[in-house]
């Protein structure tokens, strides 16, 4: 089992900036593929970023390239998404979610992901 725990979301000015947090624990972290994804109220989850298990590799959904930056701190066991210039669209819970997998694969795909979070809500006022 894995456990992963979101932290840093709130409520933020359009144009503002965030970076989400994610603290996993339970096994080793380095042989996990991690993500992000967002869920807004009505919608489906959908993807914004992954990461590969050494960072060596880092995927973003259209939406948000050029504003996002996924990284992981693989001595802490934590994951981070780096938001700016943020938009009220962006307004959804945040998870992140843990693929065991080493590679250099993309997976845009909730599907595809072992373990989960419980989120973290950021809101994007305008």
């Not at 973003?60 to 001595?75: P, W």
């Amino acid at each position: 089992q894995v456990q992963l725990v979101e932290s840093g979301g709130g409520l933020v000015q359009a144009g503002g900036s965030l970076r989400l947090s994610c603290a996993a624990s339970g096994r080793t972290f380095t042989s996990y593929a991690m993500g992000w994804f967002r869920q807004a109220p009505g919608k489906e989850r959908e993807f914004v970023a992954a990461i590969s298990w050494n960072g060596g590799w880092v995927y973003y959904a259209d939406s948000v390239k050029g504003r996002a930056t996924i990284s992981r701190d693989n001595a802490k066991d934590t994951v981070y998404l780096q938001m700016n210039s943020l938009k009220p669209e962006d307004t959804a819970v945040y998870y992140c979610a843990a693929k065991y997998y080493i590679g250099s694969n993309y997976y845009p795909s909730p599907d595809e992901y072992d373990y989960w979070g419980q989120g973290t809500q950021v809101t994007v006022s305008s």
